[in-house]
């Protein structure tokens, strides 16, 4: 039976900003689709699917081919911060507004690259003072006018589709830091093992979990079940882990089994 057949269609959503990036949300879970269970789900016209997959494709974020399309694979998702940053935008944000709750004014914070810690810093000048420490330009230019934020950015090397540094200089910088907390995320979840794709950032990340007292992650549930190239850490070595409320039951016993302290947190 196709996906077509067994999808549900989707609620009625206003504006087309909102309708694509939830049309690109379902195409990154399903992989591909044809023109017409996308007219169905979304309740809109054959037209209106084909010019909201031709800005999609304009965008870099999907292949549209005849009749249908598809999505690009997720080693090019998970290697792009453009792309990224438009996946599953509305539990990203649940995430960093549940994290914040995490963090007291006058703490040292930690920030990776991802998207997610991104979403995080546009909310950290509510918890003012605070010293920020990152390698994510988005958050550093999220954060650079605020006055009441300390911002250290960690130089190196600068890689364009992350939008971030790193490399040697960038971890002799965190060996001599010490944060409160380090705000991290992966590109998968395999078990209880966390992954990352690249093994640059792979190697920052784990340099940011060493500087930190705290270790808290934030992941999307649909990065359960999958896997990446590189290892980061067992889900044990963090003192949280916040997920947003799409995680599978089956994952969910997995974390209680082992133990793993964790928050599901709503969108």
């Known amino acids: 039976?196709?996906?077509?057949?067994?999808?549900?269609?989707?609620?009625?959503?206003?504006?087309?900003?909102?309708?694509?990036?939830?049309m690109l949300d379902y195409?990154?879970?399903?992989g591909s689709a044809q023109v017409d269970e996308l007219?169905?789900?979304f309740g809109v016209s054959r037209m209106t699917v084909h010019r909201d997959l031709d800005t999609l494709a304009e965008q870099g974020m999907v292949n549209k081919q005849h009749g249908g399309v598809t999505t690009r694979s997720s080693s090019v998702f998970?290697?792009?911060?453009?792309?990224?940053?438009?996946?599953?935008t509305r539990e990203k944000q649940a995430l960093a507004?549940?994290?914040?709750?995490?963090?007291?004014?006058?703490?040292a914070v930690m920030l990776d690259d991802s998207t997610t810690a991104s979403e995080l810093a546009s909310l950290l000048p509510a918890r003012e003072p605070l010293t920020v420490i990152t390698n994510g330009l988005e958050s550093i230019d999220r954060l650079k006018t605020v006055g009441g934020i300390k911002l250290i950015t960690l130089g190196g090397d600068y890689q364009p589709r992350f939008n971030a540094t790193f490399g040697l200089l960038c971890e002799q910088t965190l060996a001599n830091l010490r944060a409160n907390v380090a705000i991290l995320s992966a590109s998968a979840i395999l078990g209880t093992t966390a992954y990352v794709q690249d093994p640059a950032v792979t190697q920052i990340k784990r340099a940011q979990m060493a500087a930190a007292e705290r270790r808290i992650l934030l992941i999307?549930?649909?990065?359960?079940?999958?896997?990446?190239?590189?290892?980061?850490?067992?889900?044990?070595?963090f003192d949280l882990v916040l997920?947003?409320?799409?995680?599978?039951a089956g994952?969910?016993?997995?974390l209680d089994d082992a133990g793993i302290r964790y928050r599901l947190i709503k969108p």
């Open 1 to 22: 039976m196709t996906s077509f057949e067994t999808q549900a269609p989707q609620p009625a959503i206003k504006g087309a900003s909102a309708r694509r990036q939830a």
């Open 27 to 30: 195409l990154i879970q399903v």
């Open 39 to 41: 007219a169905e789900r």
């Open 78 to 88: 998970e290697s792009n911060f453009a792309l990224r940053s438009h996946i599953a």
């Open 97 to 107: 507004r549940a994290v914040l709750e995490e963090i007291a004014p006058g703490e």
């Open 220 to 237: 999307h549930s649909a990065k359960f079940g999958s896997s990446a190239l590189h290892r980061l850490a067992d889900l044990s070595e």
């Open 243 to 248: 997920i947003d409320a799409g995680l599978a």
């Open 251 to 254: 994952h969910r016993q997995v």
